[in-house]
């Protein structure tokens, strides 16, 4: 055997290139070269060009005057304001329509997911409905439909529709009443804050005794009426120290309240309607995903429903509902971005659109937009990570 | 002893067990929960179902040219009517239709040919839709050869351009998609890093800025000397942007293939390209069709953003059409048009992938 031709003499090495370590250093080393090259050429042209049409880099124009007004602002914005402001109140705005939006699209997905589930024919079917319609449609189309032809199709401001002479919906947008906040107010959030303090420990005490010695008090439901109740109670105490500002019709529109303009309306209503047939479907798939043996075991055990239901089904079911839960979270953000195409002042619309075409600092501009985005993902991945590590299954 | 005479002769089950009224009872009223959901279900429905029908259908015009044609108690399909060809089409000439007509009628014809699972050939076709076709394609619809007039690109739109624009970001991402794969799941960590900080970043940001980037940024990045077109721009975003989704498809693919299979061709002998070309990537890319199917519509519902930057696809179209002065106030119309054509589309390839999905998982499922 040792005259096989594959017997190489003791002492001599393989040439390089058969040397795997070392021919996966080699095309490393080039990879790294190629992506710097490919920069560098980038980086000058840039250079070239930026200075061949008298753009200057840097991020001094942040603090220039904007000199444009922004329809919807959560902080003070005028526009004597700088172009670095214009990012903030573009962030907030992105903020809002994506909080309140997963706020809606969570209830509306579950419920819907649910009712998919229902051994009731016809609501099961009008689920099933809902689900391919809405996912089936572009997004933008969805807006578009809400802003032009739902929203712009509304009466004027002196044919508004009214619900109770509180609340007017019109082609300007939704108008609400705001309440007004005496002294004395704030006392009820303090209360709020003590009563959630107060559950959690009910919960964590309840839960140490009822390892402990088998008894237990319905902790959840008690929690319920302390958070609620108790601000409630507060509240009549101190006289209700709250007054509602109704919005008024003075000449052609509407002064006081809360004005909530229709580019937001449409484009939350989109967000979440879209977002909602996505979440509905994660829902579904979550509780089928939990064999049947499961919830057959905790009645054999004589669990009564709603514990079947909360201490083996929906544990289990979260498991697998929540990380594509939290990445359709992520897309309804990303989305919002869409706002631009109707003018709702979101970060892309207010400082990547209107602040970009003002300065024209394209790379400044985009890079701080994408730099926002990433650094959510980023955020919500790491969330991710964390939550798959603390559930999951714990295998040999 | 049996006397035939005391058998009870067999009965029909009572009507409450069988037939419509115990479906009901069953389905719908049984339990008076149950009956409360189906009578706000049955209220919800009369009160979608009827205006729509009576809007869409009952009190709808169809027939007509111009806006007079249209009685404003209905839906006013004459503006489709009127518009449809520039809703397919675009700004493409009208005499030079014929050409984006070939190409549909190919585009289709490749695409049954390639999902019926009965028709012959399927590699030959796969090749032939991936490389030849494209270039017949270009060839047809940009013209400068054989004759046939130059249309540019700024002329494409409607359908037409939805469809293009989908199919080139999803070829286009594809190759780029296996390679970003493969390099995630490389063991030499500077090719991995790379990888995953290119997948990260697009999977991290909205297309839109994506799409804002390649039209305002794409420019300072290239040569001043050099003009790309504005349709190339948006392809460039979105295939890049496409190909980080494709790459996780493509690793949840390659992760469902057991490491037996890659060890025992490594024994056998096989260089890693081997491996991955004759074995890994045969049994995943299989695996992986439902996901990509998937990743395909939701690049087709984006492509709706390109207007945002000032191309014409169906959307688009439809939107500088309600502009038009002759038609205003036709807004439901269009969007009502534009949304079901989009829904036929994504509905179908999702059943698709439903259908792929079962017959690929047969030998998994209970």
């Avoid at chain 1, 075409?357 to 991710?384: D, K, P, R, W």
């Avoid at chain 2, 207007?307 to 009502?336: C, H, K, N, P, T």
Wanted: hydrophobic share 55%; charged share 10%.
């Amino acid at each position: 055997m040792s005259a096989s031709p594959n017997t190489r003499p003791a002492g001599h090495k393989p040439p390089f290139w058969r040397d795997r370590a070392k021919r996966a250093l080699i095309f490393q080393l080039l990879l790294v070269a190629a992506v710097a090259a490919f920069l560098l050429y980038i980086v000058g042209n840039v250079q070239d060009n930026l200075s061949s049409r008298g753009i200057t880099t840097g991020f001094g124009f942040l603090s220039n005057t904007a000199g444009f007004g922004i329809v919807q602002s959560l902080i003070d914005y005028s526009s004597q304001s700088t172009y670095g402001r214009t990012f903030f109140v573009g962030l907030l705005n992105t903020l809002l329509v994506g909080g309140l939006g997963v706020l809606a699209a969570t209830i509306i997905g579950f419920t819907v997911g649910i009712a998919r589930l229902s051994p009731n024919w016809l609501l099961a079917r009008l689920a099933t409905a809902y689900i391919e319609t809405f996912r089936n449609i572009p997004l933008l189309l969805q807006i578009f439909f809400w802003y032009f032809a739902v929203l712009r199709t509304l009466p004027s401001a002196r044919e508004s529709m009214a619900f109770g002479e509180a609340i007017f919906l019109n082609v300007r947008g939704l108008y609400l009443p705001q309440p007004l906040f005496e002294s004395g107010f704030g006392l009820i959030p303090v209360t709020f804050l003590i009563a959630i303090i107060a559950s959690i420990a009910l919960v964590i005490w309840n839960k140490r005794r009822h390892e402990a010695t088998g008894k237990r008090l319905p902790a959840y439901w008690i929690s319920f009426v302390v958070i609620f109740g108790l601000p409630l109670l507060v509240l009549v105490a101190t006289g209700v120290p709250v007054t509602w500002e109704m919005p008024e019709l003075r000449g052609f529109n509407f002064r006081g309240g809360i004005t909530v303009i229709p580019e937001f309306l449409a484009l939350w209503l989109a967000l979440s309607i879209y977002t909602a047939s996505f979440i509905a479907e994660i829902v579904r798939s979550g509780i089928q995903a939990i064999s049947h043996g499961q919830t057959e075991a905790a009645q054999a055990l004589s669990l009564p429903r709603n514990l079947v239901l909360r201490l083996v089904v929906i544990p289990q079911a979260l498991r697998v509902i929540i990380p594509p839960l939290t990445s359709q979270y992520l897309n309804l953000i990303k989305n919002s971005s869409l706002a631009t195409a109707i003018g709702y002042p979101d970060l892309v619309s207010v400082f990547a659109g209107t602040t970009l075409n003002q300065t024209g600092q394209a790379i400044e501009v985009i890079a701080m937009t994408m730099a926002v985005y990433l650094t959510i993902s980023l955020l919500v991945s790491m969330f991710m990570n964390w939550f798959n590590a603390r559930v999951a299954l714990v295998e040999r | 002893m049996i006397h035939n005479q005391t058998i009870i002769k067999e009965r029909p089950a009572p009507s409450s067990s069988v037939g419509a009224v115990a479906w009901l009872r069953a389905n719908l009223f049984n339990g008076p929960i149950n009956t409360i959901f189906t009578l706000i279900g049955l209220y919800v429905l009369y009160f979608l179902v009827v205006p729509t029908v009576q809007w869409a259908f009952l009190n709808a015009d169809w027939i007509g040219t111009t806006r007079d044609d249209c009685s404003r108690e209905g839906a006013c399909w004459v503006f489709i009517n009127a518009r449809f060809t520039q809703f397919i089409y675009g700004l493409y000439p009208r005499e030079e239709i014929w050409r984006a007509n070939i190409v549909f009628a190919g585009f289709f014809t490749l695409i049954a040919w390639l999902a019926i699972p009965r028709l012959p050939f399927k590699r030959w076709v796969a090749v032939f839709a991936l490389v030849g076709f494209p270039i017949v394609a270009y060839v047809l619809l940009h013209g400068g050869y054989f004759d046939l007039p130059r249309v540019s690109t700024h002329r494409w739109g409607g359908l037409m351009l939805t469809l293009l624009l989908a199919t080139v970001g999803m070829v286009g991402a594809l190759p780029i998609g296996i390679v970003l794969a493969l390099g995630r799941r490389s063991d030499m960590p500077i090719v991995k890093s790379f990888c995953v900080v290119f997948i990260e970043f697009w999977r991290g940001v909205p297309l839109i800025t994506v799409l804002f980037m390649a039209s305002v940024m794409l420019p300072l990045f290239l040569p001043s000397e050099m003009n790309v077109d504005r349709l190339v721009r948006a392809l460039i975003g979105l295939t890049l942007f496409q190909s980080a989704y494709m790459a996780e498809v493509i690793r949840g693919g390659l992760q469902a293939i057991p490491k037996g299979q890659e060890e025992a061709a490594a024994a056998l002998g096989m260089t890693y390209w081997k491996r991955m070309g004759l074995i890994v990537l045969p049994q995943a890319l299989k695996m992986m069709i439902p996901g990509i199917v998937n990743t395909f519509i939701s690049l087709f519902k984006d492509t709706t953003l390109v207007m945002i930057i000032g191309l014409f696809d169906l959307l688009g179209i439809v939107q500088a059409a309600l502009a038009d002065s002759r038609w205003l106030g036709f807004s439901l119309e269009g969007y009502v048009f534009a949304a079901f054509m989009f829904w036929i589309f994504c509905f179908s390839m999702s059943r698709y992938s439903q259908y792929l999905e079962r017959k690929l998982h047969t030998g998994h499922k209970r």
